[in-house]
């Protein structure tokens, strides 16, 4: 298990930073924990001078031979990435902000790798939120899901994971068509009140996968949780953590799963 | 009590991973070897239910030829839900009506899960045979290589003991030529195939799906 807080970036805690708290934790799927392997999911999130909030999740592919590592350089790249450049507005610039973004991760990736790389082996997904005092931007390549609550308790969809013909078919960053296939929301933030990003272990626990509708008895409590006043965030994500690495979780779902809570 | 207790967690089916055997049962087959394959089919069965999701993905049919002529011994079915019928050995090799009864199951199969909003991965047509077609057999495996080459399935093929090989090479894809049991290593066979239906029911693939060792065919195939 492990778990996350929010990271200041630059140094400082800005205004936004101070409203949003971040929950974040992840835990080793039991099919890995059998083969041996380790958790291939990361999360990292930022908080910018300016005010942007970052949230960032990212899935290693089991296929992958670096997994782990891809899903790790993918999360801090791309938040470096948004960290040292001016951000976009409209759905078009963020499509090329975000093909340029990814990039530098892949370069990251080749760099990492030396003589040998092949992209297959650094395959991961990437969820991203990029919150500004105005805007939401929900950025998302492969399976896994944005959820946001707006108002009291009504709950949206921010990003539809690409699925192919068959189970298990996704797009990863290290795919040529990954900017392309990656999906782009924009909306308003001024009555967002929760936002969730997970990898794909807990979609089937999360969603009503039939309809693509967020299932409120999954999501309400937990903004609720992330919302506590009365307990730390570190207490809040190692909370967080024994709820995803437990019995009735795995019961469920052997992948690894990483859930990523912001509320204001 | 934490707060997380008051989490519930939607309830969604799983996704389907059907397999399709299609099993040669005719004369040839008569005594050591279909003990063989009834002990294999047996084997794949238990060793499917020791993965709690696999025995809930993995979807088993069973199209016989032989004995009665072509026979649908087993139609889509979850592994928890299966029960091995025994199978008996006598008559011709129908290969070919087996393929075509076998696309049909398939295509059924795939429509239901439409209709019910399931997903489910590629599915797997796997044929076993120790003899060659005794029926006409061109058109049905064109067939099958074409959806094949479409993604529509992936078609394996196995020759035990007796098979003609050239022919089976015929029938399948060219880029998937068949294996040569070893033996009457159907227990090997099943387990390995059973290994190979677990990881495609807990797969997520953007290329290309690792599949165990094959250690039940001979590597001069």
Same mark, same amino acid.
């Given at each position: ?27 080793? =799927? ?7 392997? +380790?958790?291939?999911? $990361?999360?990292?999130? $930022? ?9 960032? /999740?990212?899935? =290693?592919?089991?296929? $992958? ?11 801090? +790249?791309?938040?470096?990435?948004? +960290? ?52 939401? /931007?929900?950025?998302?390549? =492969? ?7 707006? =108002? ?14 068959? $189970? ?20 308003? @933030? ?60 795995? @019961? ?13 | ?19 399709? %055997? ?72 129908? &290969?070919?009506?087996? %393929? ?53 399935? %992936? ?23 068949? &294996?040569? %049991? ?40």
């Amino acid at each position: 298990m492990t778990v996350g807080t929010e990271t200041d970036f630059l140094g400082q805690t800005p205004a936004v930073a101070k409203r949003w708290q971040v929950v974040a934790a992840s835990a080793t =799927g039991v099919s890995h924990s059998r083969r041996g392997g +380790g958790n291939e999911d $990361a999360h990292l999130s $930022a908080s910018l001078l300016d005010g942007t909030l970052i949230l960032a /999740v990212s899935d =290693g592919a089991g296929s $992958a031979r670096f997994a782990s590592q891809a899903s790790q350089l993918a999360v801090h +790249g791309i938040i470096e990435y948004l +960290g040292c450049s001016s951000l976009p507005d409209s759905e078009a610039g963020w499509r090329r902000h975000l093909a340029r973004g990814l990039k530098t991760i892949r370069s990251s990736f080749a760099a990492t790798a030396g003589p040998g790389y092949r992209r297959r082996d650094y395959a991961c997904t990437l969820l991203l939120v990029v919150l500004r005092p105005e805007t939401l /931007v929900a950025l998302q390549i =492969g399976d896994g899901c944005i959820v946001a609550q707006r =108002g009291s308790e009504e709950l949206i969809r921010l990003t539809r994971p690409f699925h192919g013909t068959y $189970a298990g078919e996704t797009t990863f960053v290290t795919s040529p068509r990954a900017p392309r296939r990656a999906q782009v929301t924009i909306l308003p @933030a001024g009555d967002i009140s929760g936002l969730a990003l997970m990898s794909d272990g807990l979609e089937p626990l999360a969603m009503n996968l039939a309809t693509q509708v967020p299932h409120p008895p999954f999501f309400t409590p937990l903004f609720h949780f992330a919302a506590l006043p009365d307990k730390s965030i570190l207490q809040k994500c190692q909370e967080l953590g024994a709820f995803l690495g437990s019995e009735r979780i795995n @019961a469920r779902t052997h992948d690894d799963k990483t859930l990523l809570l912001a509320v204001p | 009590m934490s707060e997380l207790d008051l989490v519930q967690l939607a309830e969604n089916p799983d996704p389907r991973a059907p397999c399709l %055997l299609l099993l040669d049962t005719s004369g040839s087959m008569m005594g050591k070897p279909i003990r063989a394959l009834n002990e294999g089919l047996q084997a794949f069965q238990q060793d499917v239910m020791n993965d709690d999701l696999a025995k809930r993905r993995v979807e088993v049919a069973i199209v016989s030829f032989g004995k009665g002529g072509v026979r649908t011994m087993q139609d889509f079915t979850t592994v928890e839900n299966w029960t091995p019928a025994e199978l008996r050995a006598g008559g011709s090799t129908p &290969l070919g009506e087996a %393929l075509r009864r076998g696309l049909r199951l398939l295509r059924e199969r795939k429509d239901l899960y439409k209709q019910a909003g399931l997903q489910y991965y590629r599915p797997w047509m796997f044929l076993i045979t120790d003899g060659e077609p005794t029926d006409d057999w061109e058109e049905a495996a064109k067939q099958a290589k074409r959806e094949d080459s479409h993604r529509g399935l %992936l078609f394996f093929a196995v020759g035990a003991e007796g098979a003609n090989m050239d022919r089976l090479a015929q029938i399948v894809p060219k880029d998937r030529p068949p &294996l040569k %049991l070893k033996g009457l290593q159907f227990a090997e066979l099943f387990l390995w195939l059973s290994q190979s239906q677990q990881s495609v029911s807990h797969s997520r693939v953007g290329d290309q799906l690792a599949l165990p060792p094959i250690g039940w065919a001979d590597v001069s195939t």
